[in-house]
């Protein structure tokens, strides 16, 4: 015989629980079955609310109605009114005395396991099958102690081998998880998740072949599918194992459920009731022989501390506090102790966290009135992550990553043989810490989630290509970069499952406006892991905030150059905030488009090669106008059209005409050699002939095509045969002097020799004194700026 364990949610109304009776129907056509049923949907958590409301003295009228409205099945015979009746009398008793009673409590929850059973047996009996409704009350027989329950073995294998003695061969029995009855016959409950408990200690008493658990989930995760979306299913499992994870907060196990196996070496399948036929995870003595790693979480705990310096040196401080604990049955999941003995840290389960307190503060009223203990404090808002299996630097590996994502560790506790590690955050950190900390553990695929600003040229081509070829970056990298937002200057879009190839249409429909307040709020409060923030806009804005995205725990990749080229001071005070917050900020675009420019000079600089001189066409767009302009017979204004045309200019090219961009970009390499200078420094010859410089808006200007046709035309007269020219940046660093002017190259030197859109870069260094390295490419174009930023956004993904 097997026994069959369906929990709650294989029970819901509807298709679940027509599944559970499918799934029955079926396996007990092959070998003969005992069921043990749960609680049906939610209907325990129902039952806990309806006894705190009677309790406090509310109406529970409607909440009652609600909870039989739910039991209800249509066309099944089944009256509940006696129930019904019976617990609206207890609940008014309860209404009236006003009082918390564990017993009384226990009665009401199991409710939930009795109709539940009741109406799987009328559900079978519908379909043909013999089945017999059995109440666990006078099966199992236990004893509370402290919040907890100790199972009379003995009596109650005595009482179930019994009762499935009288049973016919072709009757299947349908038992109540969950409850039990103490040895004056009272109510009481295994504990939340109890039934599990319940079916191995039936499956033991009456040797059955192996248990079945059918729930909603296909298996045990390395982490609970609720938090990690890539956590891994672990096919197979040792007794020893499993037992480690359900003592550890994996919620599919009760803490017990294993133990009645061990002995009896009775095998536990774990099933999905809601994919019939998918292997699930087996736990048995064997396991997979591999070990195993998984990280389990519980949550809602509270964190005691107790601190000062009289508890220096002093014995017996533990033993008191864990003996007044102990004598208020009060037990403790966790502790941590400095070695300076200046304080002590441990966990206990959210409920008790009051009396804890006060019982403490009773013991130690004496240290406290000397202050040899300044204050008991207790923190109710806490979550342990527990990583469960032996594991190279786990401990490491989970507090760079905890660290990276601003996560505050309150707590650690590493058992002695290293294979298991329990880590104390807040509760609200709880999903991004468990992810953080499951990926970082396993090595699994990191997620970065990427916030982008700007949908324009650059960031809307880095969003296209992040979409077509993130399934190559996850296959080839194990990073999968999540677009969970959008914002351009007006609309944003946001969602922590993230965008694929439809976030242009999911801008467009948006409906809400850009707050740069609102995202960060969003981002911090979603508990997403690995935010970055892509800068693809112009906007000086947007750099001001960059402050408050690293003080939030947010890396950048930007290409938008402002952030580096406006004051010194505000350059400095972000480098600051980055190194005090870990964080990074990547902005290889910012000079040279795609070319690895700004990482060579870092490289290069970092290694004390002393770099002298940076030299070169900077500037894409107008290395395309003077490239043409020095060798083709067409006028300055057709050429500058033409460029505009390609995309390489911005909107008013005179942006480029004046200097500007070329000065920023000098700035941004200025600064990287470590020189502490201003835009003002610059000295720049601007290609905008000073007779247009008044001109308003840019039609105007190219109106006046003529006059800036001559003014070229004149300079373009003055070549020699062999020249061209070029608009070069100078960053001479010995003498701190920038430059940004017009200059002529003959046609044969690496600058006179650019094609295209190219930018060349000549880098004069202390060992590449005469003989330059030089770094050319086109260094223009969206495609090309964002494959730049995607490769910043890896690089930062390497990071984690
Ligand atoms: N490591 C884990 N592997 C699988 N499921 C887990 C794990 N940790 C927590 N869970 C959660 O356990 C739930 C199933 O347990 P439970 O709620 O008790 O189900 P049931 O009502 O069927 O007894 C799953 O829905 C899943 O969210
Ligand atoms: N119904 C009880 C017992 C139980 O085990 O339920 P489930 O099998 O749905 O986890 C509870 O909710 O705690």
Redesign the pocket.
């Known amino acids: 015989m097997k026994v069959l364990k369906f929990?709650?949610?294989s029970l819901g109304n509807g298709e679940p629980v027509k599944s559970a009776i499918d799934i029955i129907q079926k396996e007990q056509s092959t070998e003969a079955v005992a069921l043990v049923i749960?609680?049906r949907g939610q209907?325990?958590d129902l039952l806990l609310a309806l006894y705190a409301k009677a309790v406090a003295g509310a109406d529970v009228t409607p909440d009652l109605e609600n909870f039989f409205a739910y039991q209800y099945i249509k066309g099944l015979n089944l009256d509940l009114s006696s129930y019904q009746t019976e617990l609206q009398q207890l609940l008014e008793a309860l209404q009236l005395l006003g009082v918390t009673n564990n017993r009384i409590k226990d009665r009401v929850v199991a409710f939930?396991?009795v109709i539940s059973a009741l109406t799987v047996t009328e559900l079978l009996r519908q379909q043909g099958l013999d089945a017999v409704f059995a109440d666990a009350r006078q099966l199992l027989v236990g004893r509370c102690v402290a919040n907890d329950v100790a199972v009379d073995f003995a009596l109650s294998k005595e009482k179930t081998t019994r009762f499935f003695s009288a049973l016919a061969p072709q009757q299947i029995p349908v038992i109540t998880?969950?409850i039990a009855s103490d040895p004056e016959g009272k109510t009481i409950t295994l504990g939340?998740?109890?039934?599990?408990y319940t079916a191995t200690l039936i499956a033991s008493f009456i040797q059955a072949t192996e248990v079945q658990n059918w729930t909603d989930i296909d298996g045990v995760y390395t982490a609970s599918p609720k938090y990690v979306k890539n956590a891994q299913k672990i096919p197979h499992l040792s007794y020893r194992e499993a037992n480690e994870l359900a003592n550890f907060g994996a919620r599919i196990l009760?803490a017990k459920t294993i133990l009645p196996l061990v002995e009896s070496g009775i095998p536990l399948k774990i099933f999905s009731s809601f994919a019939y036929g998918r292997e699930g995870t087996l736990i048995d003595e064997k396991g997979s022989g591999k070990g195993i790693k998984a990280v389990s979480t519980i949550e809602d705990v509270s964190l005691v501390s107790i601190e000062g310096r009289g508890l220096l040196g002093k014995v017996g401080i533990d033993a008191r506090i864990f003996s007044a604990l102990s004598s208020n049955s009060i037990s403790v999941r966790l502790i941590s102790q400095a070695s300076s003995e200046r304080g002590i840290g441990f966990i206990v389960n959210k409920e008790d966290a009051q009396l804890t307190e006060q019982v403490l503060t009773k013991e130690f009223s004496e240290e406290l009135g000397h202050q040899d203990i300044s204050r008991i404090q207790v923190n109710n808002n806490m979550a342990i992550i527990a990583i469960v299996g032996r594991h190279n630097y786990s401990l490491e590996k989970a507090i760079y990553g905890l660290r990276r994502n601003k996560i505050w560790l309150h707590l650690i506790s590493n058992s002695i043989n290293g294979e298991h590690i329990s880590l104390v955050v807040d509760n609200q950190d709880l999903k991004k810490a468990v992810n953080v900390v499951h990926n970082q553990v396993f090595g699994a695929m990191k997620t970065l989630n990427l916030f982008a600003f700007g949908k324009g040229t650059v960031g809307g081509k880095l969003l296209d290509q992040l979409v077509r070829t993130g399934d190559d970056v996850i296959r080839r990298r194990n990073l999968m970069i999540r677009i969970v937002g959008v914002a351009d200057s007006k609309k944003m879009i946001f969602s922590e499952d993230g965008f694929t190839h439809n976030w242009r249409e999911e801008l467009a429909a948006s409906q809400q406006a850009t707050d740069f307040g609102n995202i960060i709020n969003l981002l911090k409060t979603s508990g997403l892991e690995n935010i970055v923030i892509a800068d693809n806009t112009s906007s000086q804005e947007l750099t001001e905030q960059y402050p408050v995205i690293v003080n939030s725990g947010f890396d950048i990749v930007a290409s938008n150059k402002k952030a580096n080229s406006i004051s010194y001071a505000f350059y400095e005070g972000l480098r600051n905030d980055l190194k005090k917050r870990g964080k990074l900020f990547f902005y290889e675009t910012n000079v040279g488009a795609g070319l690895p420019l700004i990482d060579t000079i870092k490289h290069l600089h970092n290694s004390s090669d002393k770099i002298e001189r940076i030299r070169g066409v900077f500037s894409g767009s107008l290395s395309y106008i003077f490239n043409k302009f020095s060798v083709e017979g067409k006028s300055f204004s057709t050429i500058l059209t033409e460029a505009k045309e390609k995309g390489y200019t911005e909107p008013d090219a005179r942006e480029d005409l004046c200097g500007l961009d070329v000065a920023r970009k000098l700035i941004i390499l200025a600064r990287e050699v470590g020189l502490q200078t201003e835009l003002e420094d610059v000295e720049v010859e601007s290609l905008v002939p000073p007779s247009l410089a008044a001109i308003g808006p840019f039609e105007e200007f190219m109106a006046q095509a003529e006059t800036l046709d001559a003014y070229f035309a004149t300079i373009k007269a003055s070549l020699n045969e062999d020249e061209v020219l070029r608009y070069v940046g100078d960053l001479m660093v010995a003498e701190n002097k920038l430059t940004v002017s017009l200059v002529k190259a003959s046609k044969n030197s690496p600058l006179g020799n650019i094609q295209n859109a190219d930018s060349l870069f000549e880098i004069y260094t202390e060992s590449y004194e005469t003989q330059p390295i030089i770094i050319q490419g086109a260094g223009a174009g969206a495609e090309v700026t964002a494959r730049g930023v995607y490769s910043d956004l890896i690089r930062i993904g390497g990071h984690y």
């Open positions: 929990g709650g949610k749960s609680a209907s325990t939930g396991e998880g969950f939340r998740n109890g039934s599990n009760h």
